[in-house]
């Protein structure tokens, strides 16, 4: 009788452990497929950006102006969401967002904290540590390229989508720029197409 409960708590033991095992696995699978939705919604959100500027170019027949707030550096990107410049063939809002702060017309701020951007920069390296590399702005006689910008994002995030838009982890190159503000905390650029008005 004694040899059978023990050799019961032996295998309620082994159970136990077996189960164990088990939930860590899961709990790492379940961690990695949260990741990975995450790291899918914010490439399509910023892809939707694009394409959402893309067309307000088409509808107006030229770039947005350069942003009041942020003249040397962003777009005016608050005219996805409504016709702050009065501009024949406006045909909007471009994106369905809202902006929970008003005031600032070079960017949208969303319900997460999030900011997002419309920027101008040439193709040029930059990304890395903010200190190091700042921002890059448009300039005359080289070719410019338009850009979503995304603020901020846990670097693990940040390279999954560098990861998955370029095939290889690079700050400072492709297609995915990443803006290092020390700490967790990373912008994300997407390029966009290049820009009309700085060539």
């Given at each position: 009788?004694?040899?059978?409960?023990?050799?019961?708590?032996?295998?309620?033991?082994?159970?136990?452990?077996?189960?164990?095992?088990?939930?860590?696995?899961?709990?790492?699978?379940?961690?990695?497929?949260?990741?990975?939705?995450?790291?899918?919604?914010?490439?399509?959100?910023?892809?939707?950006?694009?394409?959402?500027?893309?067309?307000?170019?088409?509808?107006?027949?030229?770039?947005?102006?350069?942003?009041?707030?942020?003249?040397?550096?962003?777009?005016?990107?608050?005219?996805?969401?409504?016709?702050?410049?009065?501009?024949?063939?406006?045909?909007?809002?471009?994106?369905?967002?809202?902006?929970?702060?008003?005031?600032?017309?070079?960017?949208?701020?969303?319900?997460?904290g999030k900011k997002i951007?419309?920027?101008?920069?040439?193709?040029?390296?930059?990304?890395?540590?903010?200190?190091?590399?700042?921002?890059?702005?448009?300039?005359?006689?080289?070719?410019?390229?338009?850009?979503?910008?995304?603020?901020?994002?846990?670097?693990?995030?940040?390279?999954?989508?560098?990861?998955?838009?370029?095939?290889?982890?690079?700050?400072?190159?492709?297609?995915?720029?990443?803006?290092?503000?020390?700490?967790?905390?990373?912008?994300?650029?997407?390029?966009?197409?290049?820009?009309?008005?700085?060539?």
């Open positions: 009788m004694f040899k059978k409960g023990a050799m019961f708590g032996l295998d309620a033991r082994i159970a136990l452990a077996i189960f164990g095992a088990l939930s860590v696995i899961s709990g790492a699978a379940l961690y990695s497929a949260i990741q990975e939705s995450k790291v899918t919604a914010t490439i399509s959100q910023m892809k939707e950006f694009g394409k959402a500027y893309e067309q307000l170019v088409l509808d107006i027949g030229g770039e947005v102006r350069m942003s009041i707030d942020s003249p040397s550096f962003a777009r005016d990107t608050d005219m996805l969401l409504s016709n702050t410049a009065s501009l024949a063939g406006w045909n909007g809002p471009y994106v369905s967002i809202a902006d929970t702060v008003t005031g600032q017309d070079d960017r949208i701020n969303t319900t997460g951007f419309i920027v101008c920069a040439p193709d040029d390296d930059f990304g890395g540590l903010h200190t190091a590399h700042g921002r890059k702005i448009c300039a005359s006689g080289e070719q410019n390229y338009n850009w979503v910008l995304y603020e901020s994002f846990p670097l693990s995030i940040a390279q999954a989508i560098d990861l998955k838009i370029d095939g290889e982890l690079s700050e400072t190159k492709g297609n995915v720029r990443l803006i290092d503000w020390g700490g967790d905390s990373r912008s994300i650029y997407l390029k966009l197409m290049p820009t009309l008005d700085f060539k």
